[in-house]
Each structure stands twice: as C-alpha cells, then as structure tokens.
C-alpha cells in the first residue's frame, strides 16, 4: 500500500493544438507513452483545425496513435467565462480566479477518476499553456487529488 510519503509519481501531458500541423501534433502524443486523451474544449466540434474536431481527433487517435479519445466538458470553463477573457473585458487572472472558482463548485469525483491522470493528456486549442484552461485543469485536479505528478507540455 502507498502511504502519503510513498505516493508513486505520475506523468500528466497536455497539448494545444493552434499552429500546429497534424503531423507535427500526432507525433507529439506518439512519441510519448499516452494512454489517454482527455479533451477539455467546451466545444469540440469548432472550425479551428480540422483534425481536432471530436470524430477526426478519436479516429486519427485511435489508428496513428493507439491513444483513447475522452471529451470531458465538465473541466472547461462556461461560455460566460470564456468570453468574458476573449473580449477582454475581465484579465487572466479574474479569468484564472472565475474557472478556478467554477472547478471548486463542480463535484470533481463524478467528473473524473484520478485513476485515469496517469499518462492522460489533456487537450484545448491554445498553443501556449500558460494562459489556457487546460494548464489550470491539470494543476487543480493533482491538487484535488494530493498527487505527486510531473506535469510535461507539449510543444
């Protein structure tokens, strides 16, 4: 059994797909050892880049990759939030508080197991982590969870 100064470390990823070529994005999730992608867009069906819209993303997955495809909603920020940053009518860091706010409220262990962290990727459109969802997402839930993680960013 592993107590809490025992806790094993896990390998977490996540990846944006703006200006990146299919090919440059599904090397990058092959060339790690992935079980799983956990898209966190509220809307996975956008115009953005065609290969990551939902049914093209769990295909190319599956067949270049081997990789699981999961759409987790419940781990991106209202449509209220998101416009308000694009807008910029509120800053990241009132946008970082609201969505940290928004995660606290939702009750995270019907969302997701953290069972299923350990080589996940976690996907939005940013390219950058730094001011993204999906960055926050990750952060919060090792937390939630007391994991001891090493948290990589594909680039």
Not at 51 to 59: H, N, P, S, V, Y
Request: glycine share 2%.
């Amino acid at each position: 059994m592993i107590t809490m100064n025992q806790k094993s470390s896990i390998k977490i990823y996540t990846i944006g797909y703006t200006k990146k070529l299919a090919k440059i994005f599904f090397n990058l999730i092959r060339n790690e050892n992935i079980s799983t992608l956990i898209d966190v867009r509220l809307n996975n069906t956008s115009q953005l880049s065609a290969f990551a819209k939902k049914d093209d993303l769990e295909f190319f997955l599956h067949e270049l990759c081997a990789v699981k495809y999961l759409h987790i909603p419940q781990l991106a920020p209202t449509q209220d939030i998101l416009k308000g940053y694009k807008s910029k009518s509120i800053t990241w860091k009132g946008y970082q508080s609201k969505y940290l706010d928004l995660l606290s409220k939702r009750n995270i262990d019907e969302i997701i197991n953290s069972e299923i962290l350990d080589q996940s990727c976690f996907l939005c459109s940013e390219h950058e982590p730094d001011n993204c969802h999906r960055r926050l997402a990750v952060e919060y839930l090792v937390e939630y969870f007391d994991i001891n993680a090493e948290i990589k960013h594909l680039q």
